[in-house]
């Protein structure tokens, strides 16, 4: 079955012995037993509910995993996951995911003994990993997204794999920004996804959501018993938004990226515009890398403008994309990841990782791409003595 009727049918025929449609709501916390000893397979919904559970099966098909696990957003996903960890266990993480997966780390999973080394190329990730295995303290997880937020880094996923493995650790990546419409990671070696379902896979910049998703029932039923055990379930109206955007996905996905292909062109062509980052330009350091692993580069884009007063300007000026945090839904929104995304990386660390003043981080919604392009017109100044823009 194709992905996109995957995303539409899930698994197969609605499981609903009504046969409904459109999964139904079980807006229920608690399920009566039959008798003792005995279960309808639902017991709590903390541990199970059957719209999440649809939403589960959903995802595992689209990721080519056997078990997915939703939580009540992607950051309640990603703290779950460090507790698979002991103190003391080495983790390398890309040194630009998401600043509140930074802030996490470096706030609360380093308070709580986890020992982390930031690696930015593929290279520097492989060097990082000790040997050893979790036993004999090597590396216990590699932790990498990509294309990454926001300079939209590309990292070699089988690549990262083999260099986990080789320690005996796991390789967890943040798909975030692709979905499994573009990139499948674990059927590049990963072994779990981890996803901000907040963003693409709800799709309309209305809901919470994140989902983690495995290939090995062990793991997965680690994950659900931490779950069920720390709470953060993701609700059932909330399971049944992400079920619902993830109808529209491929589609979604399909004309978002071509949108931010025909954008990501013409801000290179702006002459107030200075680098834009795109995985799609052939001319990026991770393009083959982006062709090999994806079927698509996404619908992100990162550019600078000419300093912090430009930022503010053209954030004070765009009218029909939003001045927001967040990404991945039906409206356009620009993002200034040094106050919001990014505020709680270290300065100089963020410079390093050209999250500078001058830094706006696109994302491409639904609208007409004509649309967005006259609102950036408008936004966007040009230095003096340029010529008209475009
Ligand atoms: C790549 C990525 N991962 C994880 C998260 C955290 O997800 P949530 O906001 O759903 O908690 C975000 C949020 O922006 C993100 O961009």
Request: charged share 15%.
């Amino acid at each position: 079955m194709h992905l996109s009727t995957r995303c539409i049918h899930g698994l197969g025929p609605s499981p609903d012995p009504t046969g409904a449609i459109s999964t139904p709501i079980y807006q229920t916390a608690t399920f009566a037993h039959p008798g003792v000893g005995q279960s309808t397979g639902f017991d709590y919904t903390r541990t199970a509910n059957p719209t999440r559970s649809a939403l589960e099966r959903t995802m595992a098909a689209l990721e080519s995993g056997t078990h997915a696990v939703a939580f009540a957003s992607g950051m309640a996903a990603i703290a779950t996951l460090t507790e698979l960890f002991r103190p003391g266990d080495h983790i390398v993480v890309g040194a630009d995911v998401y600043g509140g997966t930074h802030r996490f780390f470096s706030q609360v999973s380093a308070k709580n003994g986890l020992d982390f080394t930031r690696a930015t190329t593929d290279g520097e990730i492989d060097a990082a990993v000790k040997l050893g295995g979790p036993a004999g303290r090597g590396t216990a997880a590699v932790f990498i997204e990509t294309p990454s937020n926001p300079t939209m880094r590309v990292l070699d996923i089988a690549a990262a794999a083999q260099s986990a493995h080789a320690a005996g650790a796991l390789l967890i990546v943040d798909n975030t920004f692709l979905t499994p419409y573009f990139q499948r990671p674990l059927e590049l070696g990963a072994d779990i996804v981890v996803h901000s379902a907040t963003k693409y896979l709800a799709g309309h910049n209305d809901t919470l959501a994140g989902v983690v998703v495995v290939a090995d029932s062990g793991l997965a039923e680690r994950i659900a018993t931490l779950r069920c055990t720390i709470g953060g379930p993701l609700a059932p109206f909330d399971s049944w938004l992400c079920l619902r955007g993830l109808k529209t996905l491929a589609v979604r996905l399909e004309r978002q990226a071509a949108s931010a292909d025909i954008l990501a062109h013409w801000l290179r062509a702006h002459p107030g515009v200075g680098d834009v980052y795109y995985p799609g330009f052939e001319d990026h350091p991770g393009f083959a890398v982006s062709t090999r692993q994806a079927s698509g580069h996404g619908a992100m884009i990162a550019f600078r403008v000419e300093d912090g007063a430009a930022a503010h300007r053209v954030l004070a000026a765009i009218e029909l994309i939003q001045f927001a945090e967040s990404l991945g839904g039906t409206e356009s929104l620009l993002t200034y990841p040094i106050t919001q995304t990014h505020a709680d990386v270290p300065e100089p660390q963020r410079l390093a990782l050209g999250i500078d003043e001058g830094l706006l981080r696109l994302s491409v919604g639904l609208e007409d791409p004509n649309d967005l392009i006259a609102d950036l017109a408008a936004a966007i100044p040009s230095p003096a003595g340029a010529g008209a823009e475009r």
